[in-house]
């Protein structure tokens, strides 16, 4: 039998059900709808500048075009700028508002080498040998400052009360310039903090992520001829070779949560001469700090075995590490709301095609970009993935974090992939959404304060007696780093 829906009820629907479903879907929170407006108002300026920084490509450290395009664009906004802080002249904070809350927002801006890319489906570089975004650090400071600059325009009219800052985290793919923003003390005051990352989905991200050490290792003999007089000669190269050879092996029993990798720097220049001196870069990680430190002691000791089997000397330097992320819930399921409200990013065919092209190159499903959002995951006990020095000031601030899609399910990470997608309007969008989810959620925070001394309550208790100490050497930071 077929039915005819009454012309009343098409009405209602047009009316009342359709407009729900449309990009302008309005809220109660009347200062949310106000935020995702200013967020959608600046949409061109905020792209535009995350075109600049990616077009920029600057690694660790010498992000120095990139962060003065952010900061200097914070200026115009209104915002009060302190640049260079923590000793790092790259790192700033830009703050407007006086008072509590302290609202802070994080923004990161280093590419990595030799990932130039053209923003096309297919890897093509645009400067081959350049760094470029693989990891859309371009797009990740221009939405946290977009974010923090809708909730500005809500301080400067009077609607919110506080303080919001922006932070301006400077190498965060090498050295972790965080943990000596965070020495400098920049964090002492701030109630509570948002952050994002690009990625292939849109979730709050309630996962750890593993903590991790480097440190050097040196080794120094004696230089000889390698066939007239080897007699003569203690290879630094034996004792590299040896001492990978020790990790390799250890490989087999620490938990399945530890990695290990090691980046040879030098082993020696020339086949002819005995090497008097190798050197490299080691990086242990695990689940978490705790879990960390034995292994990385014993990975420190076995430099020694063997210095002692090749006959040389050695050294260790520490250059770094990063704790594990706290996860603060409490602050995700805010986030996962607001992110529940304002739905899936939604793509144009020719941006799926894009994606389904990108899919095909790296020979991953050609499913395109996916953007849906799930219920909030269960934070695992067993982590996989990577490191951040979010982790550190997750010790010292409650800390909420989101990830937004900015490139294909599937896309290796750190890949050509995820720069093309980051310089066109594929990681346009989820840079704006980011912003957005993220400033309706910093809205929260400055309206409801039973929800950050909730967030408060839940950081002591998951961080319990543990007092945070940063991995980091006496000194300044390597800012000029031979290594
Ligand atoms: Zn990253």
């Not at 000793?87 to 990932?115: H, Q």
């Not at 903590?211 to 034996?238: K, T």
């Not at 991953?364 to 695992?380: A, F, N, Y």
Request: glycine residues 10%.
């Amino acid at each position: 039998m077929r039915k005819t829906t009454p012309f009343f009820l098409l009405f209602f629907f047009t009316i009342l059900v359709l407009p729900s479903f449309g990009q302008q879907r309005k809220g109660k929170n009347p200062l949310k709808n106000e935020v995702v407006q200013t967020i959608d108002q600046n949409y061109e300026a905020l792209t535009g500048l995350s075109d600049q920084i990616w077009a920029f490509e600057e690694t660790a450290f010498d992000e120095i075009q990139s962060s003065k395009a952010l900061a200097d664009y914070a200026e115009e906004l209104g915002f009060t700028v302190t640049r260079g802080v923590a000793e790092m002249p790259t790192a700033f904070y830009a703050e407007y508002g006086s008072g509590k809350p302290v609202i802070g927002i994080l923004g990161e801006f280093d590419a990595l080498p030799g990932l130039s890319q053209e923003a096309v489906p297919y890897k093509s570089p645009r400067n081959p040998g350049a760094p470029g975004h693989g990891c859309g650090h371009n797009l990740f400071g221009v939405a946290s400052l977009g974010a923090a600059n809708a909730v500005k325009e809500l301080i400067q009219s009077g609607k919110i009360k506080g303080t919001v800052r922006f932070y301006g985290t400077p190498a965060e793919e090498k050295y972790f310039g965080k943990l000596w923003m965070i020495r400098a003390g920049l964090f002492e005051d701030v109630d509570a903090v948002m952050d994002w990352h690009p990625g292939a989905e849109t979730k709050a991200n309630v996962q750890t992520g593993l903590a991790l050490v480097d440190f050097l290792v040196e080794f120094m003999g004696q230089a000889a001829h390698a066939s007239s007089d080897p007699w003569n000669g203690r290879s630094a190269a034996d004792a590299l070779e040896l001492y990978t050879a020790g990790i390799n092996y250890f490989r087999e029993h620490v938990r399945p949560t530890v990695r290990m990798h090691y980046h040879i720097q030098d082993g020696g220049q020339v086949v002819n001469v005995v090497p008097d001196y190798a050197k490299l870069w080691v990086r242990v990680r695990d689940a978490n700090k705790q879990g960390l430190e034995p292994v990385w002691k014993h990975v420190e000791r076995m430099a020694e075995g063997a210095a002692i089997m090749a006959n040389v000397d050695y050294k260790i330097t520490l250059i770094s590490g990063i704790h594990e992320i706290l996860v603060n819930r409490t602050g995700s399921a805010a986030l996962q709301k607001n992110l529940e409200f304002l739905g899936p990013i939604s793509y144009t065919e020719e941006e799926q095609e894009f994606a389904k092209k990108i899919q095909e190159a790296v020979d991953k499903p050609q499913v395109g970009m996916v953007s849906k959002i799930d219920p909030m995951e269960e934070t695992l006990k067993n982590p996989m993935g990577g490191s951040t020095d979010v982790g550190d000031v997750s010790y010292v601030v409650p800390t909420i974090r989101l990830s937004a899609s900015t490139a294909p399910s599937g896309t290796p990470w750190h890949s050509w992939a995820v720069v093309a997608c980051g310089g066109m309007s594929i990681g346009h969008k989820g840079m704006a959404y980011a912003a957005k989810a993220m400033a309706m959620t910093m809205v929260d925070l400055f309206q409801d304060k039973d929800l950050v001394d909730a967030m408060k309550a839940e950081f002591k208790e998951r961080k319990g007696d543990y007092i945070y100490e940063g991995m980091v050497p006496d000194g300044p930071p390597p800012i000029n780093a031979p290594y």
